[in-house]
Nanobody, 121 residues
């Protein structure tokens, strides 16, 4: 099995910054893409940013130029640096990893438990 543990959420004022981390552990052979999603109250979960194993990134238009996704392959960890935060960034942020485990050659999608980010004065 694989576990994803997120950290770094919290309360921040508009214009502030936060850095989220998500560490994957367990029976991991390799990790393909790693992503961050978010879900605001009453809304669907949406993709925020993705990074491939080779470092190619993709961002939602709403966060381009403000958020940066990165990963440390040696640590099986993905980060989300969030700058110039706005109240509309308030949501629960979820980490996702597409993993090939040591016991199964198939790629399986795993999710973290989520971390709350609140942007408010």
């Amino acid at each position: 099995q694989v576990q994803l543990v997120e950290s770094g959420g919290g309360l921040v004022q508009p214009g502030g910054s936060l850095r989220l981390s998500c560490a994957a552990s367990g029976s991991i052979f390799s990790i393909s893409a790693m992503s961050w999603y978010r879900q605001a109250p009453g809304k669907q979960r949406v993709l925020v940013a993705t990074i491939t194993s080779g470092g190619t990134t993709n961002y939602a238009d709403s966060v381009k130029g403000r958020f940066t996704i990165s990963r440390d392959n040696a640590k099986n960890t993905v980060y989300l640096q969030m700058n110039s935060l706005k109240p509309e960034d308030t949501a629960v942020y979820y980490c996702q990893a597409i993993v090939r485990t040591r016991v199964d050659v198939r790629l399986v999608t795993y999710w973290g438990q989520g971390t709350q980010v609140t942007v408010s004065a």
